[in-house]
């Protein structure tokens, strides 16, 4: 059975930091690309960044480039989303997802408050 659980969203004042964690199980973690996406309320759904499966090449919505940092630790199969410098505007709920298959987690949700 395939599950990601995303963890670690919650209410946080602008400028603030979050770091979300989607741990992973069911899969091959290690040869996975991942990725993160955020959907806000009335909003298009919003690819925010993805890892290659080694970790070597991340890339960023332009939205959060310089803010936001993804990272993964294959031997946890656990890819996390460190958020800094948070604007109300990343407001939302946010998703893991894998390359392969396209497994979704839950969602943990967002809330920077001005």
């Known amino acids: 059975q395939v599950r990601l659980v995303e963890s670690g969203g919650g209410l946080v004042q602008a400028g603030g930091s979050l770091r979300l964690s989607c741990a992973a199980s069911g899969i091959d973690f290690s040869i996975n690309p991942m990725r993160w996406h955020r959907q806000a309320p009335g909003k298009q759904r919003e690819l925010v960044a993805s890892?290659?499966?080694?970790?070597?090449?991340?890339t960023y919505a332009d939205s959060v480039k310089g803010r936001f940092t993804i990272s993964r630790d294959n031997a946890k199969n656990t890819v996390y989303l460190q958020m800094n410098s948070l604007k109300p505007d990343d407001t939302a709920v946010y998703y893991c997802?894998?390359?392969?298959?396209?497994?979704w987690g839950q969602g943990t949700q967002v809330t920077v408050s001005s």
């Open positions: 890892i290659t499966a080694g970790g070597g090449t991340t």
């Open positions: 997802s894998t390359y392969y298959k396209n497994y």
